[in-house]
């Protein structure tokens, strides 16, 4: 299995350009750590009430909920040839662990892309964000507009807003990622897996580009 990581801000676009890879590189799984969490606070399951809480405060939660999650899932979907991993590790312990299960199945982190936009961006982009609660598919009120106003183009769900996109909550998302994901950059910089990709132009050429690493 070849694992990638999709980093960068809250609203950087890892969801959307992780979501649109398959298209060029079939055989690519897309695995959200936040959609993983969402599903499980829907399911009410022991993992899903604990973490609801930091969700809607825009912390993070703890690092080996997540990472157990995770693990679990890779060790469950082994014949997954590209997975690409959107919203983890974004600790460095988280990134210890994710390290430490896979080498316990012989695998590594291949590469991680960065996606770099600056703040301001991230304030507009998550403000105009429209999600479907259905499938999952994401839009922008202004910059991806579904055909219909509200409406999913795929399956044609009612879109909604996701709770912790409001301007307070956004702030804390941005302020933990500064403190905490940040230091990643650095460490997989040293490991010389490190590719980074300007996010903030136009959608399809961000694509291009993020393929081309891939590559
Ligand atoms: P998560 O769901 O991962 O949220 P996030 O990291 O804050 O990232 P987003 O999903 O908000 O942004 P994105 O980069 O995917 O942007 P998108 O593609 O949608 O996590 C939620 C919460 O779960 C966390 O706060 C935390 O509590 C918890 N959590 C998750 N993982 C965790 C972990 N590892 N450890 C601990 N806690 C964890 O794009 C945004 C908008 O911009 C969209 O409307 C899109 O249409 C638009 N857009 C994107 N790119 C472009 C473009 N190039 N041009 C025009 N519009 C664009």
Do not use: W
């Not at 982190?109 to 598919?137: F, H, Q, Y």
């Not at 991806?144 to 509200?150: I, S, T």
């Amino acid at each position: 299995m070849k694992i990638v990581i999709m980093l960068g801000a809250p609203g950087a676009g890892k969801g959307t350009i992780a979501s649109r890879i398959n298209e060029k590189l079939p055989g690519t799984v897309h695995l959200s750590s936040g959609d993983l969490l969402r599903g499980a606070v829907k399911a009410g399951t022991v993992a899903g009430l604990e973490a609801k809480g930091y969700m809607d405060a825009g912390k993070l939660v703890p690092d080996t909920l997540i990472a157990s999650m995770i693990e679990e899932y890779i060790g469950a979907n082994g014949a997954i040839k590209l997975l690409i991993l959107d919203g983890f590790p974004r600790t460095v312990p988280q990134a210890e662990m994710l390290d430490q299960a896979l080498a316990k199945r012989g695998e590594k982190v291949d590469s991680v892309i960065k996606l770099n936009v600056p703040d301001a961006l991230v304030l507009e982009r998550l403000g105009g964000r429209r999600m479907c609660p259905a499938c999952g598919a994401g839009y922008h009120v202004l910059t991806l507009p579904p055909q219909v106003e509200g409406v999913c183009d795929a399956c044609q769900a009612s879109l909604i807003t996701r709770s912790d996109d409001n301007p307070e909550t956004i702030a804390n998302r941005l302020s933990v990622y500064h403190q905490q994901t940040v230091p990643l950059v650095d460490l997989y910089d040293e490991k010389g897996i490190l590719c980074s990709i300007n996010a903030a132009g136009e959608l399809s050429l961000i694509v291009e580009d993020t393929v081309k690493a891939l590559a």
